[in-house]
């Protein structure tokens, strides 16, 4: 805790700049002593006296009197504050209202469990007004301390004029936007009930905010994020025993690099909200919490600040470093943190490009979310385990799960949700489970199906620049994470583009080998059923390949289990939320509307994973459920609609006519035209013309694969409904 005086915010000191701009770093040289059961201190600071002993009573006058905050004792009757919702809240009530439930109770409930304050965020056009200072002249200087503070202290240019600095080696500074700046009110209210449950400030948003994102486009194009959160206290003369309310501030426990993703769920640090204290933290990496105020309201100002943290690097004067310049080469980062007796029981690595064009260029900039739906499943941490330890650079991959879990079960919900009690360790100092992990855990009896389940996998999504969404029970190659970016590059546009297809199989415990199939699969019209068509995947030939640049291959469906996509796309097409009990007919369903808007699918020239085919024994069945198969019968139906043109998220850039005529699919008569399976190759392109003309089929209701081989070699030959097991 800092006390000592600055130009612009009173006590904001060298140890705050680092604990802002190296929060991992600073977490292993600035141990507490178990206070509060704060092990170690990083990524926010409290900086007490800051604007002044007056300050926050003028601060809190000038907001009353403005209509913002009621004042009895004034005579201010009424205010502008209202009950805040988060995304979160209003995906759930969605929830309960397709089920039926239109109880206000548990709407109400809902919003409670997550917070319960009220509050209202200050128009950015109202502060942009030449009036503003004089209207708010208390909350103006608020807001343009923080301002000029950030950018005077860990600002570009203050950063690069520091010749103290003996190295710009892994130095950092804040790039931010002061025309995205976010400011809110807020007031929990002293019943001792209304409190904040644990969460981040990239995580769900209010959506009282003008923007309803924590990513926000700069002028430049590019994406800036909330970088960092200022709460601010003005209630005067807080009492810490009897008015309770603090800010709980958790802190990743950072002890070895051996051990690094190891988080203690006991790091933290409660924080009294007196009058002119103003804590800053990371609104990327720090978790906090809000308890009930016990006896009095509990008023905050909240400044969010906009931007990315920019590394300097010691040859090119800023950016991220490249790769060449950290030691590392793509082709072979898979290898450094892995035991060698690991090496030899990998999948062989995809081929990559061991080098970029500029600095700006570096796909190891470029970070990657991954949406993972889990059922009861077993194989889910050994998937994340996989995705990190096969990928080129770690740390840019951000995994959201959905736990789907017998949450009455203690033993399952810790055996499913966390890598201890699932005995999986990942092996890599580079990738934080603090920092680069989210999850939602719900119980499976809520659990309506892949669609739900994947659409609130995307909400996790905090601005990653590429998305990923796959199965909980896969397994990757080594360099996934730079052949998907560099083969989506290859397009002709990147961001209209989606790779996509079913896997091959693998079976648990150790995954994939080294004689692992890497052919490519490309997915093909089967055969109806339920009026849905129903896709197969097909196994291509070593030398079937594309003389073009984009040796991807050109296909018309989608794969539920594996795509890969730029983020953009996820305002085009999210998933559906209400195409509940659909199993069969999701995949259809986005390829239609990817497709009339324009978006072109394609498979990999090579295979980029492995899928676990064998049917989960924990995922029930409930097909004699009169309200589930009313659920289901109604999203077939939308699909169906859908199919005819008509219906929500169908495009307009290409028609669905074309789309059925291309794939050679009549959906009215249920009728497929010859040739269609081939999908436009020739039929020599395919494993199974080698099969004496054998009939590939395969009749299997849980959608296992079908494998068929020779003597010369292993054939696999995808031939089942790809679905997931959520």
């Given at each position: 805790?800092?006390?000592?005086?600055?130009?612009?915010?009173?006590?904001?000191?060298?140890?705050?700049?680092?604990?802002?701009?190296?929060?991992?770093?600073?977490s292993?040289?600035?141990?507490?002593?178990?206070?509060n059961?704060?092990?170690?201190?990083?990524?926010?600071?409290?900086?007490?006296h800051?604007f002044?002993?007056?300050?926050?009573?003028?601060?809190l006058?000038e907001?009353?009197?403005?209509?913002?905050?009621?004042?009895?004792?004034?005579?201010?009757?009424?205010?502008?504050l209202?009950?805040?919702?988060?995304?979160?809240?209003?995906?759930?009530?969605?929830?309960?209202?397709?089920f039926?439930s239109?109880?206000?109770m548990?709407?109400?409930?809902i919003?409670?469990?997550?917070?319960?304050?009220?509050?209202?965020?200050?128009p950015?056009?109202?502060r942009?007004k030449?009036?503003?200072?004089?209207?708010y002249?208390?909350?103006?200087?608020?807001?343009?301390?923080?301002?000029k503070t950030?950018?005077?202290?860990?600002g570009?240019?203050?950063?690069?004029?520091?010749?103290?600095?003996p190295?710009?080696?892994?130095?950092?500074?804040?790039?931010?936007?002061?025309n995205?700046?976010?400011?809110?009110?807020a007031?929990?209210?002293g019943?001792?009930k209304?409190?904040?449950?644990?969460?981040?400030?990239?995580?769900?948003?209010?959506?009282?905010?003008?923007?309803?994102?924590?990513?926000?486009?700069?002028s430049?194009?590019?994406?800036?994020?909330?970088?960092?959160?200022f709460?601010y206290?003005?209630?005067?003369?807080?009492?810490?025993?009897?008015?309770?309310g603090?800010?709980?501030?958790?802190?990743?426990?950072i002890?070895?690099?051996?051990n690094?993703?190891?988080v203690?769920?006991e790091?933290?640090f409660d924080?009294?909200p007196?009058?002119?204290?103003?804590?800053?933290?990371?609104?990327?990496?720090?978790?906090?919490q809000v308890?009930?105020?016990?006896?009095?309201?509990?008023i905050?100002?909240?400044?969010?600040?906009y931007?990315?943290?920019?590394?300097?690097?010691?040859?090119k004067g800023?950016?991220?470093?490249?790769s060449?310049?950290?030691?590392?080469?793509?082709?072979?980062?898979h290898?450094?943190?892995?035991?060698?007796e690991?090496?030899?029981?990998?999948?062989?690595?995809?081929?990559?490009?061991?080098?970029?064009?500029?600095?700006?260029d570096?796909?190891?900039?470029?970070s990657?979310?991954v949406?993972?739906?889990?059922?009861r499943?077993e194989?889910s941490?050994?998937t994340?385990?996989?995705?990190?330890e096969?990928s080129?650079?770690?740390?840019?991959?951000?995994?959201?799960v959905?736990?789907?879990?017998?949450?009455?079960?203690?033993?399952e919900?810790?055996?499913?949700?966390?890598?201890v009690?699932?005995?999986?360790?990942?092996?890599?100092s580079?990738?934080?489970?603090?920092?680069n992990?989210?999850?939602i855990?719900m119980?499976?009896?809520?659990a309506?199906?892949?669609?739900?389940?994947r659409?609130?996998a995307?909400?996790?999504?905090?601005?990653?620049?590429?998305?990923?969404q796959i199965?909980?029970?896969?397994?990757?190659?080594?360099g996934w994470?730079?052949?998907?970016i560099?083969?989506?590059?290859k397009?002709?546009?990147p961001?209209?583009?989606?790779?996509?297809t079913?896997?091959?199989g693998y079976?648990p415990?150790h995954?994939?080998?080294?004689?692992?199939?890497?052919r490519?699969?490309?997915l093909?019209p089967?055969?109806?059923e339920?009026?849905?068509?129903r896709?197969?995947?097909?196994?291509?030939e070593?030398?079937?390949?594309?003389?073009?640049?984009?040796?991807n291959?050109?296909?018309?469906?989608?794969?539920?289990?594996?795509?890969?996509?730029?983020?953009?796309?996820?305002?085009?097409?999210p998933?559906?939320?209400?195409?509940?009990?659909?199993?069969?007919?999701e995949?259809?369903s986005?390829?239609?509307?990817?497709?009339?808007?324009?978006?072109?699918?394609?498979?990999?020239p090579?295979?980029?994973?492995?899928h676990?085919?064998k049917?989960?024994s924990?995922?029930?069945?409930?097909d004699?459920d009169?309200y589930?198969?009313?659920?289901k019968?109604?999203s077939l139906?939308?699909?169906?609609?859908?199919?005819?043109?008509?219906?929500?998220?169908?495009?307009?850039a290409?028609?669905?006519?074309?789309?059925?005529?291309?794939l050679?699919?009549?959906?009215?008569?249920?009728?497929?035209?010859?040739?269609?399976?081939?999908?436009?190759?020739h039929?020599?392109?395919?494993?199974?013309?080698l099969?004496?003309?054998?009939?590939?089929?395969?009749?299997?209701e849980?959608?296992t694969?079908?494998?068929?081989?020779?003597?010369?070699?292993?054939?696999?030959?995808?031939?089942?409904?790809?679905?997931s097991e959520?």
């Open positions: 805790m800092t006390t000592s005086t600055s130009s612009s915010i009173q006590g904001w000191t060298p140890k705050t700049d680092l604990l802002l701009l190296c929060p991992i770093a600073s292993q040289t600035n141990e507490r002593h178990h206070v059961g704060n092990h170690q201190h990083c990524g926010y600071d409290i900086i007490d800051a002044g002993k007056n300050f926050p009573t003028s601060l006058h907001l009353q009197s403005n209509g913002w905050i009621d004042d009895p004792n004034r005579g201010i009757i009424g205010s502008r209202s009950p805040a919702r988060t995304k979160m809240d209003v995906d759930l009530v969605g929830l309960l209202q397709s039926g239109t109880t206000s548990f709407n109400d409930a919003g409670i469990g997550i917070r319960g304050d009220l509050s209202a965020f200050i950015r056009h109202e942009m030449d009036s503003f200072p004089m209207q002249p208390y909350l103006h200087k608020l807001i343009s301390s923080i301002e950030v950018c005077s202290r860990i570009k240019q203050t950063i690069l004029d520091n010749e103290s600095l190295s710009k080696t892994n130095t950092s500074y804040v790039e931010i936007d002061t995205l700046t976010s400011v809110q009110i007031k929990y209210t019943d001792g209304a409190g904040y449950a644990r969460h981040c400030d990239r995580g769900a948003v209010c959506l009282n905010e003008s923007s309803n994102s924590s990513k926000i486009e700069h430049n194009g590019s994406a800036m994020e909330r970088i960092l959160t709460v206290y003005v209630t005067p003369e807080w009492d810490q025993e009897l008015d309770g603090a800010l709980r501030m958790f802190s990743p426990s002890r070895d690099d051996a690094a993703n190891n203690d769920p790091s933290y924080v009294v007196y009058a002119d204290r103003l804590v800053v933290f990371r609104s990327d990496i720090i978790e906090h308890f009930p105020s016990l006896r009095r309201d509990r905050a100002i909240t400044v969010w600040l931007g990315k943290v920019v590394q300097l690097g010691p040859k800023e950016g991220i470093l490249s060449d310049e950290l030691g590392l080469q793509p082709s072979a980062l290898l450094n943190c892995l035991p060698k690991t090496e030899s029981s990998l999948p062989p690595p995809l081929p990559i490009a061991s080098h970029t064009t500029s600095c700006e570096q796909v190891q900039y470029k990657i979310f949406a993972i739906p889990s059922y499943d194989e941490w050994p994340i385990k996989s995705l990190v096969m080129c650079f770690p740390e840019r991959i951000y995994i959201g959905i736990f789907q879990v017998d949450t009455a079960s203690e033993e919900t810790k055996r499913f949700t966390t890598a009690g699932s005995g999986v360790t990942v092996q890599s580079r990738w934080n489970e603090a920092t992990f989210r999850s855990v119980d499976y009896r809520h309506t199906g892949p669609c739900y389940a659409h609130l995307q909400t996790l999504h905090r601005g990653e620049d590429y998305v990923m199965d909980s029970h896969m397994r990757f190659r080594p994470d730079e052949y998907l560099q083969q989506l590059n397009t002709e546009g961001e209209k583009a989606v790779l996509t079913y896997p091959p079976d415990p995954g994939p080998g080294p004689t692992a199939e890497t490519a699969t490309i093909v089967w055969k109806f339920d009026g849905i068509l896709q197969k995947g097909r196994l291509l070593h030398d079937y390949k594309h003389s073009l640049p984009n040796d291959i050109p296909c018309l469906l989608y794969a539920g289990g594996f795509n890969f996509f730029h983020s953009s796309i996820l305002e085009t097409c998933y559906d939320s209400k195409l509940h009990g659909l199993f069969f007919g995949e259809i986005m390829a239609v509307r990817l497709y009339t808007h324009w978006i072109d699918l394609y498979a990999p090579q295979t980029v994973c492995y676990l085919w049917r989960n924990l995922r029930t069945r409930v004699n009169p589930r198969v009313k659920q019968e109604m139906e939308v699909v169906r609609t859908q199919l005819r043109g008509l219906g929500e998220g169908i495009g307009n290409r028609s669905v006519e074309q789309f059925t005529e291309a050679g699919v009549d959906f009215e008569n249920q009728t497929l035209a010859k040739g269609c399976e081939d999908a436009g190759l039929s020599t392109a395919f494993v199974s013309s099969l004496s003309g054998s009939k590939i089929e395969n009749n299997s849980d959608g694969e079908a494998r068929t081989s020779d003597e010369m070699r292993s054939v696999l030959t995808l031939v089942s409904r790809f679905i959520t």
